[in-house]
């Protein structure tokens, strides 16, 4: 977050997302211009709260790298980041299960 606030020039205490004033946006505020966004894109609507589950599961899932490797956190590490007392919270509630990823891997095994 750092990083990115000395990126955009944003001061040591600005919010990440502001409004047209630089203060901070209210919660209905950020939401609304959600809506707006998810609409002008045509995409179906979904909670606000999706993106929370969406980043869950695209952390540990993992995100292909252009050298062909995936990039991945753990459960542990994302219950972490989430405010999760335990990684079963996360596992459980957040992470949706990509069968892709399973194909292929007894290939190696001569059975």
């Known amino acids: 977050m750092e990083e990115l606030r000395q990126e955009c020039d944003f001061g040591p205490t600005a919010p990440l997302v502001s409004n047209e004033n630089g203060d901070y946006t209210r919660p209905v ?16 609507q979904k909670g606000f709260h999706s993106l929370r589950h969406h980043f869950a599961t695209q952390l540990i899932n993992g995100v292909k790298q252009p050298d062909g490797t995936i990039l991945a956190l753990s459960p ?20 949706k299960k990509d069968t892709t990823r399973l194909q292929g891997i007894t290939d190696g095994f001569n059975f």
Do not use: P
Request: net charge positive; glycine share 2%.
């Open 29 to 44: 505020n950020f939401r609304e211009r959600y809506y707006r966004i998810l609409k002008a894109a045509r995409i179906e």
């Open 76 to 95: 542990r590490q994302v219950a972490d980041l989430l405010g999760h007392s335990t990684s079963q919270i996360t596992e459980m509630y957040y992470v």
